[in-house]
């Protein structure tokens, strides 16, 4: 309960602390085997949504605050979800707007205020100490707006590269799958294949570079490289991302436009768009100097889901792959002809699909430099 002092605003605001101003709730325990998949409401970790349940423990909005794994990572639910025990959570809070919370939470480096137990975990008590200072609620409603307008349109940019993605891999189920269009066949020991068609292994029609131990590469001046883990490719940079020297060698560089395969742990594919960066170790840098980019980014994307199986029965704690897996996964290569009627129509899809990902990255980097800056009061409304 807040005293009257401590409600009482100075000016245009109030000192408090994060417990007094929006104590963190545990989450609660949800098993993958007691949810049902086949329900609406999210279930955050702290790493985001980790599946979907019929029930919710929270109410309404709330923000999930990692506890355990990504420490101190921040998300918003807009509806009632079901935080799990790796992280804590915030619902409604009197006079505030939860979604101001939300971004002020995301301005404080919470990650330094993990416990130095044996179990690293978020110290609940620690964070609650932060002195942090709240404006007025006709100023939360003003920054939340700004901040909100440019997160829609990520999100709204995002949904679009989801669509350009499923768009894709139907034109390529219909072409590799069901040989639409095709009317003469030939049977192989792999299996019946368009007349003129061909097979190949994956890894001859590209090349799979791995990445550095880039921990060995660490800057020795202010020049340096972003280095890109299974964390950047799924989010992008961000400030925690480590950092490598800018001499490495030139073909451990990611550009805009790479495809990016990590190997081990989260077996995961992308387009990458985030800028560039230094290639670290179990993530493959894939290029060929015969096959357009799509082609061989629907291939990886193809065998993805079999290569995830081997690397779920590997007996270790780290999960993955091995050359040999690519050796033995099959392509279908199309004659000359219509292949270069296949490059026609998946290349542009492909390059819009970086292009918007690139405008995701310049939207961010935005709404990331004006987020300090409303939130300190820096920049004035």
Known sequence: MKSKSELKFKKDHKITTIGKFCPFEYGKGLPKKVRNQLGTIPVYGSNGIVGYHDVPLTKGSTIIIGRKGTI???HYSEIPCWPIDTSFFITKIDGINLKYAYYLLKNLNLKNMNSDSAVPGLNRNASHEIQIKIPLINKQNKIVEILGTLDDLIKNIELRNIVLLKYIQSIFKSWFIDFDGQTK??????GKIPKGWQTEHLDKIAVFLNGLA???FRPKSDLFIPVIKIREMKNGFSKNSEKARADIEKKYIVNNGDVLFSWSASLEVTLWG???GALNQHIFKVTSEQYEKWFYYMWINFHLE?????AEGKATTMGHIQKHHLSEALVLI???KILQKMNNIMNPIIEQIVQNKIFIQNLSKIRDTFLPKLIS???QL
Not at 185 to 190: C, G, H, Q, R, V
Not at 306 to 310: A, D, H, M
Request: no cysteine; proline share 8%; aromatic share 8%.
């Open 274 to 276: 985030s800028g560039k």
């Open 72 to 74: 101190g990572s921040i």
């Open 306 to 310: 079999r290569f995830r199986k081997i």
């Open 214 to 216: 880039l921990q060995k």
């Open 334 to 336: 199309p004659t000359p």
């Open 377 to 379: 009061g820096e920049m």
């Open 185 to 190: 066949f030939e049977d192989l020991k792999s």
